[in-house]
């Protein structure tokens, strides 16, 4: 079962330029976090958001939460080429085990010279 | 120098032989995990561990084997009842929420 969708599932942008990609879910969570993968390798975390925040940074990456519309979003600011990459999004369930998350399909970003 | 290994990086499998994909880790994390992802896909959970002998079924278990008999070793047996086995597979680990990926083993099918 697939709870998260993220959105677009591709997107192209040039070196420099903010990336935002979108996640929406279908029922109620306890925490929310996004992962990048590199072609062919494992997911990396990235950050993760509780159910009672709104926002949180880190770094070059920016996350906010509403959980009245049920939809997250990742942006990243200052792109460069080595944030090319699949990024997806994972909650954790209210009355799921706290350590079973479920995945999205993920968004592809790539960024051009 | 911790972290999860998985092995082998590639994997090929004949017509109705089972085949064993290995995950180990040194974080000393309770809870283990195996994912399937398809091309072009997210990652969909086979079976995961939150304690040593015990295991449940993910949403698509079916021609999947586990065990956990030590807390470092989660390893994964495609058996021949999984018609369709091609894909990439990740191993992970966790203490709460966040989880942590191993490098992931491609299987092939001969």
């Known amino acids: 079962s697939q709870q998260g969708e993220e959105d677009p599932q591709a997107l192209s942008i040039q070196e420099g330029e903010n990336a935002t990609m979108n996640c929406s879910y279908k029922t109620s969570i306890n925490n929310l976090q996004w992962y990048r993968q590199n072609s062919g390798r494992g997911l990396v975390h990235l950050i993760l958001?509780?159910?009672?925040?709104r926002e949180k940074h880190s770094g070059r990456l920016r996350v906010t939460l509403d959980t009245s519309k049920k939809s997250s979003s990742l942006l990243i600011t200052a792109s460069r080429a080595a944030d090319t990459a699949s990024y997806f999004c994972a909650t954790g369930g209210v009355y799921s085990s706290a350590s079973k998350i479920i995945f999205g399909s993920g968004t592809r970003l790539s960024i051009r010279p | 120098d911790g972290g999860i290994t998985q092995s082998p990086k590639y994997l090929f499998r004949k017509e109705g032989q089972n085949v064993t994909l290995s995950c180990e880790q040194n974080?000393?994390?309770?809870?283990m995990y195996w994912y399937r992802q398809d091309p072009g896909q997210g990652l969909r959970l086979i079976y995961y561990s939150q304690i040593v002998n015990d295991f449940q079924k993910g949403d698509i278990a079916e021609g999947y084997s586990v065990s956990r008999e030590k807390k470092e070793s989660f390893p994964l047996t495609v058996t021949s009842a999984q018609k369709n086995p091609t894909a990439f597979y990740l191993c992970?680990?966790?203490?709460?929420?966040?989880?942590?990926f191993g490098p992931g083993t491609r299987l092939l099918v001969l």
């Open positions: 974080l000393n994390h309770d809870a």
């Open positions: 992970a680990s966790s203490l709460q929420e966040t989880q942590y």
């Open positions: 958001i509780r159910s009672n925040e």
